[in-house]
């Protein structure tokens, strides 16, 4: 095929790979280097018999981010390091990534997505966030299309969460936890401490806390008074299922750095606790709050 011709063909599908990517990496750079990678193998593959271009770009792409995902993981279980790695900086987000999150890509997605396998995140991207069916993730896998069905349904569940509350009390908190937020993020003291039950006590992790702050704070003006000085790390929170229940990640770049445990009681926040250690947010189980 004509190169110009492949280059053009190749432009009217980059959207969608860019979608596929970001879903698969959670970063807009790591999913335009596989965007590009895709493009090099295109170049240099025999493509006179591809009847399907765009599902061989997937499938293409694919294998390139299940690559990345692998080696990300090995470079996490290193035994020589030691640590956990780095949280993403306050300013981890920028304009590609507030692109594609208009796609409907949330923050808290993106997080539950990076604590999945590699094989686990790519079953259940391309098939419930892209409708490609699992006799082609198959052999991206290396797994049989029963195999790669369990894979992408165990992801689900990660995704979907164990909520500890019936449906309609769940909704109740997840009111209060938003009101919460958009009051936090407005720096709307009147407003939070209207949602801020007169005894509420917030703990946190020293990792969260300002120079000079302290660990444990009590009462809704002293709790409100802080959270407002804190408003500008809200642009990076969103609502998530934390512990089975609705609360808070602040999670910049798709990278979580902090979770909000929060307790809600006569539709009032009674407790909240801001948790940064590595070690805890690891432990903690996070999912996606349905719509």
Same mark, same amino acid.
């Given at each position: ?20 990517? $970001?879903? /698969? ?28 271009? *765009?599902?061989?770009?997937? #499938? ?15 470079? +996490?279980?290193?035994? /020589?390091?030691?640590? /956990?790695?780095? /949280? ?5 987000? %920028? ?47 290396? +797994? ?41 993020? %407005? ?6 401490? *209207? ?7 917030? =703990? ?20 409100? %008074? ?9 642009? $990076? ?29 006569? %539709? ?11 070690? =805890? ?9 349905? #719509?």
């Amino acid at each position: 095929m004509d190169e110009d011709l492949l280059a053009r063909r190749f432009e009217a599908h980059r959207p969608h790979l860019r979608s596929v990517a $970001y879903r /698969m990496l959670g970063s807009s750079g790591e999913a335009e280097d596989a965007v590009q990678e895709t493009w090099l193998r295109l170049s240099r593959a025999d493509t006179s018999e591809v009847a399907n271009l *765009a599902g061989w770009l997937t #499938t293409v792409i694919a294998r390139v981010c299940l690559d990345l995902l692998r080696a990300r993981k090995a470079r +996490r279980e290193d035994p /020589m390091g030691g640590q /956990m790695p780095e /949280m993403a900086p306050e300013a981890g987000d %920028g304009p590609e990534e507030d692109a594609l999150r208009a796609e409907s890509v949330s923050r808290a997605l993106l997080v539950v997505l990076d604590r999945l396998e590699p094989a686990e995140r790519v079953a259940f991207v391309l098939h419930d966030l892209f409708a490609v069916p699992f006799a082609t993730i198959a052999p991206l896998v290396e +797994r049989t299309p029963a195999a790669a069905k369990k894979l992408a349904s165990r992801a689900r569940q990660r995704v979907r969460g164990r909520p500890v509350a019936a449906e309609r009390e769940l909704a109740r908190h997840r009111q209060v936890v938003e009101a919460f937020l958009t009051a936090a993020h %407005g720096g709307d003291l009147d407003a939070l401490l *209207a949602v801020l039950d007169p005894d509420v006590v917030r =703990r946190a992790d020293p990792a969260a806390l300002r120079p000079g702050a302290a660990a444990v704070l009590r009462g809704a003006r002293v709790v409100a %008074g802080e959270t407002v000085l804190l408003a500008a790390r809200t642009r $990076y929170a969103e609502p998530a299922l934390v512990n089975g229940a609705p609360g808070l990640v602040v999670a910049p770049g798709g990278r979580l750095r902090f979770a909000l445990v929060v307790a809600v009681s006569n %539709g009032k926040v009674t407790a909240y606790e801001v948790i940064a250690d590595p070690a =805890r947010l690891e432990r903690l189980e996070l999912a996606v709050l349905g #719509t």
